[in-house]
T-cell receptor
Framework: GQNIDQPTEMTATEGAIVQINCTYQ??????LFWYQQHAGEAPTFLSY??LDGLEEKGRFSSFLSRSKGYSYLLLKELQMKDSASYLC??????????WGAGTKLIIKP | GAVVSQHPSWVICKSGTSVKIECRSL??????MFWYRQFPKQSLMLMAT?????????EQGVEKDKFLINHASLTLSTLTVTSAHPEDSSFYIC?????????????FGNGTRLTVT
């Protein structure tokens, strides 16, 4: 079956670094997406990985290992506004997105 | 960048009435749009895939006669919640992908919060 696993909740301190992990199993694979969603709002796109390795984009980086079915989102220099849910989604062979349940990130001062 | 517009942002309706939600791709043509529902503190749940010029594909457990989808043009898909009941109260979100779907992320509308009283 198709499945995405990510932690339900994480807590980190302002200014610190946090890594949110995601493992996936899909029928075929067409990329791994990370989205940020603030409460009551629609998700916003953060990153897309289709090849192995690290993609850096400002304070956010995303890593993919296709052989391990594993990705992580790395957030540096955490700010209070980074408090949100982070959704991991994998594209299957039909380019349908399989969504994780999301990781709620709580940032403490 | 690609923009998806969703309207209305929120709606309150009485039980038994129908509500229509519009999803428009503003600067690209979308042959496929997706409709999601999200209950509080839960992840997105795909309801259906809307295909321009053909019938929508519904996910298992989603009543196609209750959630009517019409994708009449390459830039507009509508979701009509028919005979709404309080349990239909939820956050409905549409998304679309530009034609280069292999690498283009889904772009989401801002969502519609539906409250059925």
């Amino acid at each position: 079956g198709q499945n995405i696993d990510q932690p339900t909740e994480m807590t980190a301190t302002e200014g610190a670094i946090v890594q949110i992990n995601c493992t996936y199993q899909t029928s075929g694979f067409n990329g791994l997406f990370w989205y940020q969603q603030h409460a009551g709002e629609a998700p916003t796109f953060l990153s897309y990985n289709v090849l192995d390795g690290l993609e850096e984009k400002g304070r956010f980086s995303s890593f993919l290992s296709r052989s391990k079915g594993y990705s992580y989102l790395l957030l540096k220099e955490l700010q209070m506004k980074d408090s949100a849910s982070y959704l991991c989604a994998a594209g299957d062979s039909n380019y349908q997105l399989i969504w994780g349940a999301g990781t709620k990130l709580i940032i403490k001062p | 960048g690609a923009v998806v517009s969703q309207h209305p942002s929120w709606v309150i309706c009485k039980s038994g009435t129908s509500v229509k939600i519009e999803c428009r791709s503003l600067d690209f043509q979308a042959t496929t749009m997706f409709w999601y529902r999200q209950f509080p503190k839960q992840s997105l749940m795909l309801m259906a895939t809307s295909n321009e010029g053909s019938k929508a594909t519904y996910e298992q457990g989603v009543e196609k006669d209750k959630f009517l989808i019409n994708h009449a043009s390459l830039t507009l898909s509508t979701l009509t919640v028919t005979s709404a009941h309080p349990e239909d109260s939820s956050f409905y979100i549409c998304s679309a992908s530009p034609p280069d779907r292999e690498s283009s992320p889904l772009h989401f509308g801002n969502g519609t919060r539906l409250t059925v009283t």
